[in-house]
């Protein structure tokens, strides 16, 4: 099944980056799975992960302790001490239990294997989301190319259906989607160009319905926080040159904020001005009479 496919490897990538299995236990969704508890269960079974995270059964406890042993525990931690061993045993397992974690299970050789065999969900989920995990796994599936190239194949496949469709939404989202599979690729030029185009063309959308329009962001957050990112860490030369360069790739013929207005408001939106407030503001004065809201 390919959504516990992605599941699977989403968790045993967290693992064997350092993070705990308390993490993993704490999310609220696993979709396929009913629980963290269950998802970890699988890895055991399936013979991912070997251990048991430090975790004690009730059986264990059982033959390991008696009644008054076990009372003596809960009082220690502030339980009810009354009922049959079997009661007493179910109330302190949750405490001897505490604590334990991911230092106790260990990626095995098929976890290692899986992992090397599907790195390429670990871009999937690094730049594609925004796209269905199963159209991408079949796209992969059927590509000879290397990772990067399929997925910037991918991209350029989406960008040209959704344009000729009109799906303007679409259109930006591959645009973010191909920035960051440059930046996964560390190819932070390419990124950047990418990047400037999907916020351009964000404020110079080639069409919007009003039911998009309802809820669309000329400027959108995560854009501004990724470009700033980069323009913090790297020496990425002019930003106005840049900025030029990718306006006239751009190729707008219905310009809805010109061209100094954009740059200007890119500027202090990268200067960490409120995004909610020039979105308003750009509505206001530049989409509402245009696309008739």
């Not at 199963?134 to 796209?139: C, L, P, V």
């Not at 259109?171 to 920035?179: Q, V």
Request: some cysteine.
């Amino acid at each position: 099944m390919s959504e516990q496919k992605l599941e699977v490897f989403n968790v045993l990538n967290f693992l064997s980056r350092g993070y705990k299995i308390d993490d993993i236990l704490n999310e609220d969704n696993f979709g396929t799975f009913q629980s963290g508890q269950d998802c970890l269960d699988y890895l055991v079974e399936e013979g991912y992960l070997s251990g048991n995270g430090g975790t004690v059964t009730a059986e264990e406890i059982s033959k390991k302790y008696t009644v008054a042993d076990l009372k003596v525990l809960l009082k220690e931690n502030g339980l009810k001490v009354s009922g049959k061993k079997q009661e007493l045993v179910e109330r302190i397992l949750p405490v001897l239990n505490e604590g334990a974690g991911a230092g106790d299970y260990e990626l095995t050789d098929k976890a290692h294997e899986f992992l090397k065999e599907n790195d390429w969900i670990d871009l999937y989920m690094f730049a594609l989301v925004a796209f269905r995990f199963e159209d991408y796994k079949d796209y992969v599936e059927g590509s000879s190319a290397d990772k990067i190239e399929t997925a910037l194949n991918f991209c350029d496949e989406i960008l040209s259906r959704a344009l000729i469709a009109n799906q303007f939404i679409v259109f930006i989202d591959a645009l973010s989607a191909k920035a960051h599979v440059y930046a996964y690729d560390g190819d932070y030029n390419s990124f950047m160009d990418y990047d400037l185009q999907r916020y351009i063309l964000g404020l110079n959308p080639i069409s919007l319905d009003a039911q998009t329009y309802a809820t669309y962001d000329p400027i959108n957050d995560a854009n501004i926080y990724n470009l700033r990112r980069v323009l913090e860490k790297l020496d990425m030369g002019s930003l106005k040159k840049r900025f030029d360069k990718i306006w006239n790739i751009c190729n707008i013929r219905n310009t809805t904020v010109p061209k100094k207005t954009c740059y200007k408001i890119l500027q202090r939106a990268l200067d960490g001005a409120d995004l909610e407030e020039l979105n308003f503001d750009i509505k206001e004065k530049y989409f509402n009479k245009k696309f008739g809201i």
